[in-house]
C-alpha cells in the first residue's frame, strides 16, 4: 500500500523520470496505473500525463475521472484540452466535468462544443454561486453561464443577492441588467449592502444611469419601501448606520423610491 501511494505521489508531483522506473519495474497494474494518472491530470503534470496515457492501461473510468479532475483544478487548460482533443472522454464524463469546472476557458471549450446538459449548466451556476463569498470567486463562468435560457429567475436572484452581501460589484454589475432578475432581488439586494455599509454597492444599484422606477427596471415602489423601512426600523437606535445612511443619501439623492424611504427612515430615527 505506502509502495502505491508513493507511485501516485510521484505522479502528482510530475516525478517523471521516477514514474517511469517504477512502471517498467512492473508497477503497472491498470487499477494502479488509473489513480496515478488521475493524480497527474489534476496536477497538470503534462509529462506524466503523455507517458501514462502511452501505456495503453489507463480504462475509460479512470480517464473520466482524470477529465473531471483536471477541469476541477487551477491553471489545468493545457491537461484539458489535450484529454478532450483524445476524444476518450464519455458524454456523462464531459457533463460531470463541466459541472465542476473553475476555468472559464475549461468551460466555453466544453459549451462550445458539446451538447452540455441543463442539468449541468445549472449545477455550474449553482457551484459558481456558492463561491461568491470565497477568495477564489468564478466571474467569468457566472458571466458566460448567466445567459443561457436553462438558468432559471430564482438562481439569478440569489446571485445578484450574495453578490451584494459579499460586495461584489462586478457580479451586480452583470447581473443587474438580467431579463430573470426580479424586482423582490433589488430590492433584498440593496437592503443587504445598506446593513453591510456597502457604499460601492448602494451606489451600483441605484446611480444616474438606472432607468427611473416606472420603467420597471427598479423594485417597485412598494416592495423596495416595505423591504428597506422594516429593515431601517430595526436599525433605528444604531447611530453610525443611521449617519452613514444620511451622508449616502445626501451624497447620492435620486429622484425615486429612496427619497421615500428616507423619509420614513427619518421619521423612525427621530
Not at 471549450?109 to 461568491?132: C, G, M, P, Q, W
Not at 452583470?174 to 432581488?185: I, M, N, Y
Request: glycine fraction near 6%; aromatic fraction near 10%.
Amino acid at each position: 500500500m505506502r509502495g502505491r501511494s508513493l507511485f501516485i505521489g510521484l505522479a502528482e508531483s510530475g516525478h517523471i523520470d521516477a514514474v517511469k522506473y517504477l512502471y517498467n519495474s512492473e508497477w503497472d497494474d491498470p487499477g494502479l496505473v488509473g489513480r496515478a494518472f488521475a493524480s497527474a491530470a489534476c496536477g497538470a503534470e503534462m509529462q506524466v500525463v503523455k507517458f501514462l496515457i502511452a501505456t495503453d492501461r489507463v480504462s475509460s473510468e479512470a480517464f473520466d475521472k482524470a477529465f473531471k479532475l483536471a477541469c476541477s483544478g487551477y491553471q489545468t487548460f493545457n491537461v484539458v484540452a489535450l484529454l478532450y482533443c483524445l476524444k476518450r472522454v464519455s458524454q456523462q464524463g464531459i457533463d460531470r466535468a463541466f459541472a465542476v469546472a473553475h476555468d472559464v476557458a475549461v468551460v466555453k471549450l466544453l459549451y462550445e462544443n458539446e451538447k452540455i446538459s441543463d442539468h449541468a449548466v445549472t449545477v455550474a451556476f449553482t457551484r459558481s454561486l456558492n463561491s461568491l463569498n470565497q477568495h477564489f470567486i468564478p466571474f467569468e463562468i457566472i458571466k458566460f453561464l448567466h445567459k443561457l435560457p436553462c438558468i432559471p429567475s430564482s438562481l439569478i436572484d440569489e446571485a445578484f443577492v450574495r453578490a451584494a452581501q459579499g460586495q461584489k460589484t462586478d457580479t451586480i454589475e452583470v447581473l443587474r441588467d438580467d431579463s430573470h432578475l426580479t424586482s423582490k432581488a433589488k430590492g433584498d439586494a440593496f437592503v443587504d449592502a445598506f446593513k453591510c455599509q456597502g457604499v460601492e454597492i448602494m451606489k451600483e444599484l441605484y446611480d444616474e444611469k438606472c432607468t427611473p422606477p416606472s420603467s420597471g427596471c427598479f423594485p417597485s415602489k412598494c416592495t423596495c419601501h416595505g423591504n428597506i423601512c422594516t429593515r431601517l426600523s430595526l436599525l433605528q437606535h444604531d447611530t453610525g448606520k443611521w449617519r452613514f445612511w444620511k451622508l449616502f443619501m445626501r451624497n447620492n439623492r435620486r429622484n425615486c423610491v429612496l427619497n421615500d424611504a428616507l423619509d420614513v427612515a427619518g421619521a423612525n430615527a427621530k
